[in-house]
């Protein structure tokens, strides 16, 4: 293990999205995550490729029947050895399972139990079902994105599950955490997706209140409103994206297009924003995307390439930066952010579930009387080579 959080003991309850994102952050920043995953029967086929479920990746994985009492025995045992616990369940199904935070606390009093969900563990929504999109439309923040007399845009799954969801997952299990080694008490930590999003907002509230954000979503300078900071196509069909919001980069990118200031409406100001956009667009589709890109380069004109997934992972900056790496053949983020003293390293690949139940469960301090027991009873389970062969749906356990 490397990185800042070494020595840092997570329990992860296997489950989708924003807990598992949590998750491996956490693990690629070298904290020790145990993820544990649910049994399945002898062949059962798994949804997908667990190699290719990279939010799995960096850490060993657990099949444990947290159905059967001596499974769940496994997990609280785990959790008296564990700073952290993880869960991504609706509201009182960890409890009714036998391992919500009131059990899980008295079993370890410093415990931090984390717990991730859309809508909160209380208020009139939190039995509800949703999804990302629901979230933020709850939360005021869906509202804000999109074009002007459209539908609003869903922006992926991106705000609500990662950045509203897991990021401030991370953010109050690490503050918990600190508490805990100040204080010697665990606590509970309500995760809610409604919450994240609704906080990520605040700075359209601020200038909403300010005057300087009107209601009508894409009319305003940040929500593709203003011409110098949108996105427009080129000749080959390809895109750029201008962000030229200050005067001497917006002076800038005029230079690059070849447009004089003189024969153009002013910049600030929104009647004129028509005009503006159809100049700028024109004079973008004249050429190819790298013809401008090219063209921009080291002039401030704030005007980069839209890359795709394979184009970013080529590009000269990432490639200096390291920002991609490849594990198991397979393209992906390297952790982030950077540290200067305690340097993270290249993440192991996804497992396979189950694929360290006997070796992961030795190392957090399980005997291998007990490992055999729970194995033979069915509270534990093992990936087998079988398992690790592609089936039609995946991998079956």
């Not at 922006?155 to 609500?160: E, K």
């Not at 209140?209 to 894409?218: D, I, N, S």
């Not at 100001?269 to 589709?285: C, F, Q, S, T, Y």
Request: hydrophobic share 45%; aromatic share 6%.
């Amino acid at each position: 293990m490397s990185g800042p959080l070494t020595g840092l003991r997570v329990v992860e309850i296997a489950g989708m999205g924003p807990a598992p994102f949590a998750a491996m952050v956490l693990a690629d920043l070298g904290a020790d995550v145990l993820r544990v995953d649910r049994t399945r029967p002898p062949g059962t086929a798994l949804p997908r490729d667990p190699r290719t479920d990279l939010l799995n990746r960096g850490r060993p994985s657990v099949a444990l029947d947290l159905k059967h009492p001596d499974g769940v025995e496994t997990l609280l045992t785990l959790t008296e050895r564990a700073d952290v616990l993880i869960e991504g369940f609706r509201p009182g199904v960890a409890e009714r399972l036998g391992f919500g935070p009131e059990v899980c606390l008295e079993r370890n009093p410093r415990l931090v139990y984390g717990r991730m969900t859309g809508w909160g563990q209380d208020g009139p929504l939190a039995a509800e079902p949703g999804h990302d999109i629901n979230y933020l439309a709850v939360s005021g923040v869906l509202s804000v994105l999109g074009r002007a007399n459209a539908p609003a845009t869903p922006p992926a799954n991106l705000l609500g599950d990662f950045g509203g969801g897991g990021m401030l997952l991370l953010v109050g299990v690490l503050s918990a955490v600190l508490s805990a080694r100040s204080t010697g008490a665990g606590q509970v930590v309500d995760a809610a997706m409604v919450d994240g999003s609704a906080l990520l907002g605040t700075f359209v509230r601020g200038f909403m209140a300010e005057g300087l954000w009107g209601p009508e979503r894409g009319t305003n300078t940040l929500d593709t409103g203003a011409p110098f900071y949108d996105v427009f196509v080129a000749s080959d069909g390809k895109e750029v994206a201008v962000g030229a919001l200050e005067a001497p980069f917006y002076a800038a990118l005029l230079d690059v297009l070849g447009l004089d200031a003189s024969e153009l409406p002013a910049q600030r100001d929104p009647d004129g924003w028509a005009v503006l956009r159809a100049r700028i667009a024109e004079r973008i589709a004249s050429a190819p995307r790298d013809h401008w890109v090219t063209r921009a380069a080291g002039t401030g004109a704030c005007l980069s390439p839209v890359l795709s997934m394979d184009e970013a992972a080529e590009h000269p900056h990432n490639v200096a930066r390291g920002t991609f790496v490849d594990v198991a053949g397979i393209t992906q983020p390297a952790p982030a952010p950077r540290f200067a003293g305690t340097p993270t390293a290249v993440p192991a690949p996804p497992p396979v579930p189950g694929q360290h139940t006997r070796t992961a469960l030795a190392r957090w301090g399980i005997p291998e009387t007990r490992i055999n027991d729970l194995l033979d009873a069915g509270a534990a389970a093992v990936a087998t080579q079988r398992t690790e062969r592609t089936k039609e749906h995946g991998h079956g356990l």
